[in-house]
């Protein structure tokens, strides 16, 4: 019995010693204030709340396994995750369920999910991967090659359409590929390149209401019943929080109905009105702590594989922010992308926390996979 005892404590205190318990302390801090927006943010409405609720169990669950697997285990995985995310988007278009004019979810066995939510993960383990089997810094044809590992679930992602997911999606994988060590005369290139293509994908590669989007990003006054609904409303409702905000459960334009997307998308809006600027900073600040907090831990992965993917993710989580505060302050376009851990929606909110389970284990894993590389 004796020994029994000593043997859980032993497991005990290993599964204790791979949570990073400053990143757990953040995280919890930040679900918890979210979960008191959302309250709010769906006029409190108990059903909602309740699948919240079990959304958030499911995604600690997964984050708590997730620290525990071994990056060579997730470096041999990542090319079979990559593979069935593909297939899927491909069913996705195929015979995927709609809603609100996209074509962005399937369903498997009951359970409806978005494919494109997976592949925020499969791509950039998928790049790490690559390159983890590569000497560093990259050549031209292991650049080329992991582009194309990015470009084409994010075409898949784009043909939904979900321009906001494919955003994330090209992004964490860009990320990884510039961690490998893409030379800046590389960067500056492709940035060029983008804004040579920019006005061709505006014409050629858009939908009429996603390049309505952008323009109405120039003048959102414009049609403030129409295109510019969205924006106008949701900049009306963080100006009017003013420095402290209005109060929890106190805001105007979301309690009358005036915001849309209140507790997905727009959820930003409804925290600046109810609790002002000095609550933005705190969630501001909040948010850039995490970020620091898992690019600390990506230094300290045992391989290149490790340390690649958990740069990615970290930044991934910033462009999250930057997006959506971006978009409902006024200040990019809309194209769809939650603020992360705070806006309704399991899916990527279970993806979101499977991403700091990974960055959890860092620190812990075995040598082993990939180890012979190094960034150079």
Not at 38 to 48: K, V, Y
Not at 113 to 126: G, N
Not at 214 to 243: C, K, M, W
Request: hydrophobic share 50%; no cysteine.
């Amino acid at each position: 019995m004796a020994t029994k005892n000593t043997d859980f404590v032993s497991i005990f205190y290993r599964w204790l010693s791979s949570i990073d318990l400053v990143l757990i302390v953040s995280l919890i801090l930040l679900i918890a204030l979210g979960t008191a927006i959302l309250f709010s943010a769906t006029g409190e409405n108990e059903a909602m709340m309740n699948n919240h609720t079990i959304h958030l169990i499911l995604a600690t669950f997964i984050m708590l396994i997730a620290s525990q697997i071994p990056s060579e285990m997730l470096n041999r995985w990542s090319i079979w995750i990559y593979i069935i995310g593909i297939i899927l988007l491909i069913l996705v278009l195929v015979q995927g369920s709609m809603g609100k004019g996209a074509q962005r979810w399937i369903e498997l066995g009951g359970l409806r999910f978005q494919p494109s939510e997976i592949m925020k993960l499969a791509v950039p383990m998928m790049v790490a991967s690559y390159f983890s089997k590569k000497n560093l810094p990259p050549g031209f044809k292991d650049v080329f090659i992991a582009s194309l590992l990015v470009l084409v679930p994010m075409l898949l992602i784009v043909k939904q359409p979900d321009l906001g997911t494919a955003l994330l999606v090209g992004t964490a994988g860009f990320f990884v590929i510039y961690f490998a060590g893409l030379p800046w005369k590389w960067l500056a290139a492709t940035a060029v390149s983008a804004m040579i293509a920019a006005p061709l994908v505006f014409y050629f590669g858009m939908h009429d209401y996603q390049r309505q989007r952008v323009l109405t990003l120039f003048n959102p006054e414009a049609d403030r019943l129409g295109s510019g609904y969205h924006i106008y409303q949701s900049t009306i409702a963080i100006g009017s929080g003013g420095v402290y905000g209005k109060g929890w459960l106190n805001g105007d334009q979301s309690r009358l109905d005036f915001l849309p997307e209140r507790h997905t998308d727009f959820i930003f809006a409804v925290f600046g009105e109810e609790f002002g600027l000095l609550g933005n900073i705190i969630l501001f600040a909040l948010y850039i702590f995490i970020i620091w907090r898992g690019l600390y831990l990506a230094t300290k992965g045992n391989d290149t594989f490790a340390r690649l993917l958990g740069g990615s993710l970290s930044l991934t989580f910033f462009i999250y922010l930057l997006v959506n505060t971006g978009m409902v302050s006024g200040l990019l376009p809309v194209v769809g992308v939650p603020l992360p851990l705070i806006s309704y929606g399991g899916t990527s909110l279970v993806t979101l926390m499977a991403a700091f389970g990974f960055l959890m284990g860092m620190r812990r894993r075995k040598k082993g996979y990939g180890e012979s590389n190094s960034i150079q």
